[in-house]
């Protein structure tokens, strides 16, 4: 699929303006406090009053943050941080025995999670931190069964990883890298058809058809493997792209500063993707 969080219709919104609300006096009236002169004694008049009605008023509007690109890449950093310990309590905690069924279960989660955040079109902090410990926890998984089979290669993945996105965003902020609409539909297209491949291909495997698209540590790796393989890395890095460009037009539409935290939830989710493989493809080459 396309990233199901930031190419939501209608993701961002621009940023209102806030009005402070005025002070009520003890009558109910937000401005002034109805006031009553004393009765003068041996004159008999009538006690003067204030209006007990005015015009209300209202404080000048307070600007409202808006969300800027460095500040969604910090929000972005904090959300892998909070996964990479996650993937780090799972690696050196998790028991080899059930490696497996916990990398099924946190990767039925994080395939949730971001559906629900994209319908919702909301994510805040405690939202990225959920998705941190499910991802999290297949990434623990996935990474440790890996690493049984070839020692070093998830500091390899991950520095691959780092420096994809790196460049990535370099060319886009400074190179001037950009899809174009055509592109990015193709790049969409091209999501959609590779999750559905990937999708026959796991039903395969359980009916007990192995079709070679994605083996496994120690299996061997065919044309077609490596074919998907680099289709996948090219897709995430393209993916990557496109998901600046989101973002880039949420800060052009003067999205509050606190929609960061779901667009740093959507980079996130392509971040891990990339990773993913990575360390695939690197699987391959080290066999």
Known sequence: ??????????????????????????????????????????????????????????????????MTLEDVIAKTAISLGALFLVAAFAYFFIPDAILYPAGIIGGLAAFITPLIVARRRTAGPAVNVIYAVTEGLLVGAFSKIFEMYYPGIVVQAVLATLVAAGVVLVAYRFGGFRLSSRGAKMVRTGLIAFAAVALVNFVLV???????????????????????????????????????????????????????????????VTMVWLYINLLRIISYIRR
């Open 1 to 66: 699929m396309t990233n199901p969080v930031l190419s939501a219709k209608g993701l961002f919104t621009p940023a209102q303006p806030q009005y402070i609300a005025p002070a009520q006096g003890l009558d109910g009236n937000p401005v002034y406090q109805a006031y009553s002169a004393p009765a003068q004694p041996g004159y008999g008049q009538t006690p003067w009053a204030a209006p007990a009605q005015q015009t209300p008023w209202a404080a000048p509007a307070q600007p409202v943050e808006k």
């Open 206 to 268: 359980l009916c007990g058809v192995n079709l070679g698209l994605f083996p496994g540590p120690g299996q061997p790796v065919s044309w077609l493997a490596w074919l998907f393989a680099l289709v996948g890395v090219g897709l995430a890095v393209f993916s990557l792209v496109d998901d600046f460009q989101y973002v880039e037009a949420g800060v052009r539409l003067g999205a509050p500063r606190k929609q960061g935290w779901i667009a740093a939830f959507g980079l996130s």
